[in-house]
C-alpha cells in the first residue's frame, strides 16, 4: 500500500513558476511509477509527466513538454513536478499516482496507476 500527500500548488500569474511535491510513504516507494495527473472541472483527468523507479525515464504530455520537468528523490520518498511559464490552461487539480512498472518507461494512462493523492490546486490567472 501506498499514501501519497501533495502539496506547493497555489495561484501564480501566468509565466510563473510552481513547484509541487508527493511524498509518499510505503516500504517500497522506489518499484513505482510515479506520475502526475491534471482535471479542470469539465474535462476528464489527463496524464502531464511521468517518471521509471530509477528516475532515469520521463515522459511528458505535449502540452508541457519543455516547461515541466518532474523528479524523484528515493531517499527522501518524494517526487516533484517544476512547473514554469505557467499558462492560465494549466488551471487544474493537480494529482500524484504511484503505479506498477511494467517495462523501461512509466505510461501517462490514468488506468495504469493504482495509488492516488488527494491533489493540489493550482490555478493561473
Known amino acids: 500500500h501506498v499514501q501519497l500527500v501533495e502539496s506547493g500548488g497555489g495561484s501564480v500569474q501566468a509565466g510563473g513558476s510552481l513547484t509541487l511535491s508527493c511524498e509518499a510513504s510505503g516500504r517500497t516507494y522506489n518499484k513505482w511509477c510515479m506520475g502526475w495527473f491534471r482535471q479542470a472541472p469539465g474535462n476528464e483527468r489527463e496524464g502531464v509527466a511521468s517518471i521509471s523507479p530509477d528516475g532515469r525515464i520521463r515522459y511528458y504530455a505535449d502540452s508541457v513538454q519543455g516547461r515541466f520537468s518532474i523528479s524523484r528523490d528515493n531517499g527522501l520518498t518524494t517526487v516533484y513536478l517544476q512547473m514554469n511559464s505557467l499558462k492560465p490552461e494549466d488551471t487544474a487539480m493537480y494529482t500524484c499516482?504511484?503505479?506498477?512498472?511494467?517495462?523501461?518507461?512509466?505510461?501517462?494512462?490514468?488506468?495504469?496507476?493504482?495509488?492516488w493523492g488527494q491533489g493540489t490546486q493550482v490555478t493561473v490567472s
Open positions: 499516482a504511484a503505479g506498477f512498472h511494467y517495462g523501461a518507461g512509466c505510461s501517462l494512462s490514468p488506468n495504469e496507476y493504482k495509488y
